[in-house]
């Protein structure tokens, strides 16, 4: 089954109040098969943590989740699916498993209970030359002094709500006694200690040792039924550069999926970083396509305005790469420091050397690498270019250096260094830069880079082109679950760019009325309640707990003047203060009066990304509820709910403008597939005082698509003789409705809408 389309599902367990199970998708395939879906995409559906809002948390991947419906309900959503002609999708996690709650991961309690004789310890990657007693080190406690609080219950230690396996014959004595005895060592999580790969820095998530082929077959059977039983139709992997050899790992589930299956992976690609083509995939799940698209509705007139205003609050951007470089080492030395010291150890042990500025060689060359990870085939020379760039700015590391080059020819240390290069990259950029750089947030989004203002045409077409030509069934996106701004939120943001200074008096008057406690932080935060400003004025009590939740995730994620894990009681309480006095005083009149006005403009570009994401080159996927104007914000704000009833109506009546281009392009991608997944893309420039507001391309020869961008200034100007001309034919627009040919005027052909969808009306 051609995967045309896909439409993606947050399911959920009973647990979070609002559960979405097999049988809650189930009742909306009518409604997904008249929007144009041709695939259902879900979110994990194996066995995760009892209450898991999103399945990550994975702890027994041979089953199905009985919290979803189990596999009888998998199993009736498949063929209800396959009735209508829709296909399935899932999202897999290869790369770790759940151990927040020991006893409800099988494997986890083995490996705690029998140490390295479990038949589950080589699973685990974990790091046994990490305790003197090579005991599992578990940093789940305040403290470490917390041990002499444990308490013997029958065949468990527990504390708390915590609960952890006796090993057999060892329970005699107190609570304490008994824990020096076990293969694990429960130790404070303040002390950067840890006995096992981490996803990043989250102790509840183990890594696995998917290079094992015992550990594969054992977390795949599962996945493997699927196919042979014809339940599924292809698979998303969550974070395969997490794992030792992705590529590897790749060749081995394409073996066992079948050539046919639809495959993309979560990749983050750095701007003019390809995907790998020697990969077995169909593409990634397009981080790069949403880069793309939103930079096109970027106005690069605005980025001297917009600097200089983030300069004014405190922020250089031209010092975000030593910001960056800063940010990359103190993730390697603090945050993921077992995780370094554990690189240094087996690069020792690979070398029979050791020397006293090894870690700090280690961490300058993770610096210089600005890929998630650099050792796929495609990126071979990129480390060599690191080794010298790095050995050029810090000549006193020349010997370490040369250490660090010598450990890399053997696979365990060239492995674990790529695996923590991707972490480092991601603490770094995701979870601090993006969250201190308030020039333009909308710019601060996964797979994006803050520094390049926007998107030309001519990139933006070029990137396209060698899309169609080599990932034609690559995923192209708007908004992910791991989105940090949903993309009508973005779309609102971006605006900004055209209209810097009265951004800036805006700004400037409202630091007069409620001052921040701190102005950058201010800045990136006004930005983000603009966003999600309801346009008309009225503060719910929803959207201000919701603004409170992302305001103290977002300064803790920056880590400029609090964090995660010594928080400062005293900023935080003025930046919640400070954002009451937003919602309730008068800045909130201005953000409802700004809104009004950046409204019409923030819906055209909303209107224009959303019809490129579905007909540029790639498989489009729509994020469950962004058919209609949505205003999330970063997890789990973005997981909220979906009124299905209220876009059942919507798309009844016909009248939402996002929910008829989305309908519009879904239905003409089933009625015409060869177009979109065999098609050429051709740009067709504009001609006239207005061509650079005027973006469009060709699909195959019976579909061309034409967006409108920068309309601030175009509503001031009208299109003026701006021209489009069509490839030969006749061409009704089903979005507008009117059917043109040859030379258009842009006037006439957006007269109604900031968009047009042309389909060939004459064979």
Not at 108 to 123: E, P
Not at 292 to 308: N, R, W
Not at 400 to 426: E, I, K, M, Y
Request: charged letters at 20%.
């Amino acid at each position: 089954m051609t995967v045309l389309s896909t439409y993606r599902l947050q399911l959920r367990g009973p647990a979070s109040g609002a559960r979405f199970g097999f049988a809650e998708a189930e009742a909306l395939l009518d409604y997904l098969d008249d929007l144009g879906v041709s695939h259902l995409y879900l979110s994990p559906i194996l066995t995760a943590l009892p209450g898991s809002a999103h399945g990550y948390d994975v702890v027994d991947p041979s089953t199905v989740s009985a919290e979803l419906g189990g596999r009888d309900g998998l199993v009736r959503l498949s063929a209800a699916a396959r009735a209508r002609g829709i296909g399935l999708i899932v999202d897999i996690v290869p790369n770790h498993v759940g151990v927040q709650s020991p006893r409800h991961n099988r494997w986890w309690w083995d490996v705690l209970t029998h140490g390295a004789a479990s038949r589950y310890a080589g699973f685990f990657d974990i790091d046994w030359a990490a305790d003197p007693e090579r005991r599992i080190v578990l940093p789940v406690l305040g403290a470490d002094a917390d041990t002499a609080a444990l308490r013997v219950d029958g065949d468990t230690l527990v504390l708390g709500d915590l609960v952890f396996p006796i090993a057999p014959g060892t329970a005699a004595g107190s609570g304490a006694a008994v824990h020096d005895r076990q293969h694990y060592r429960l130790v404070g999580w303040r002390g950067g200690r840890c006995g096992y790969r981490r996803f990043f820095s989250i102790t509840s998530l183990a890594g696995l040792r998917q290079q094992d082929d015992a550990v594969f077959a054992a977390s795949h059977a599962q996945v493997r039924s699927w196919f042979d039983d014809g339940l599924v139709d292809g698979l998303r992997i969550d974070h395969p550069d997490g794992l030792a050899d992705p590529a590897g790992y790749l060749d081995r589930l394409r073996a066992l999926i079948g050539p046919d299956a639809y495959l993309v992976i979560e990749k983050v690609l750095a701007v003019g970083e390809a995907l790998e083509p020697t990969l077995p995939i169909d593409g990634s799940t397009g981080y790069d396509v949403l880069r793309e698209i939103g930079g096109l509705f970027v106005d690069p007139a605005g980025a001297a305005g917009l600097t200089a205003l983030s300069r004014a609050a405190g922020f250089d951007p031209d010092g975000a790469a030593a910001l960056l470089i800063a940010g990359k080492t103190a993730a390697a030395t603090d945050t993921l420091a077992p995780e370094l010291a554990r690189l240094r150890r087996v690069m020792v042990a690979a070398t029979g050397r050791d020397h006293d500025r090894l870690p700090a060689a280690i961490v300058a060359l993770l610096c210089r690498i600005g890929v998630y990870r650099c050792d796929y085939a495609g990126l071979s020379a990129l480390l060599g270019t690191a080794l010298a760039d790095t050995a050029a700015a810090h000549p006193e590391l020349a010997e370490p250096l040369t250490l660090v080059s010598a450990a890399l020819t053997h696979r365990d240390p060239a492995q674990r260094f790529q695996q923590l290069c991707g972490a480092v990259t991601a603490k770094a950029f995701e979870d601090c830069l993006f969250y201190r750089d308030p020039r333009l947030v909308s710019l601060n989004e996964v797979g994006g880079e803050p520094d390049r203002f926007g998107v030309s045409a001519a990139e933006f077409h070029r990137a396209a082109a060698m899309r169609a030509a080599h990932w034609p069934a690559t995923m192209t996106t708007l908004t992910t679950h791991d989105t940090k701004r949903g993309e009508d939120v973005r779309a609102r943001i971006g605006v900004l760019s055209q209209l810097p200074e009265r951004w800036a008096e805006a700004v400037a008057h409202w630091q007069r009325c409620a001052p921040a406690p701190d102005p950058a932080t201010g800045l990136f935060l006004l930005q983000n309640i603009l966003g999600v400003w309801p346009a008309d004025g009225r503060v719910t009590g929803e959207l201000r707990a919701r603004l409170h939740g992302y305001a103290e995730k977002a300064i803790r994620e920056a880590g400029t003047h609090t964090n995660w894990i010594d928080p400062d009681p005293d900023f935080e309480a003025a930046v919640h203060d400070w954002l009451d006095a937003v919602l309730d005083g008068p800045v909130a009149a201005g953000l409802t009066e700004l809104v009004t006005r950046l409204e019409p403009h923030a819906r055209a570009d909303a209107l224009g990304q959303k019809l490129l994401a579905l007909t540029v080159p790639g498989v489009p996927d729509v994020y469950q509820g962004t058919e209609l104007w949505e205003d999330s914000l970063v997890d789990p704000d973005n997981r909220r709910p979906v009124d299905y009833p209220a876009r059942r109506a919507a798309l009844a009546a016909g009248s939402h403008p996002k929910l008829t281009v989305v309908a519009a392009a879904l239905r003409l991608r089933r009625r015409r597939p060869a177009t979109f997944t065999a098609g050429d893309y051709r740009p067709l420039p504009a001609d006239g005082p207005r061509a650079g507001h005027l973006v469009a391309f060709g699909r195959g020869d019976d579909v061309v698509v034409a967006v409108s961008r920068w309309t601030v200034a175009l509503a001031e100007t009208g299109w003026g003789d701006t021209t489009l001309t069509l490839p030969p034919g006749r061409w009704t627009d089903l979005i507008g409705g009117g059917v043109h040919s040859g030379t258009v005027r842009a006037a006439r052909l957006l007269a109604g809408h900031p968009v047009a969808l042309l389909e060939r009306a004459d064979g």
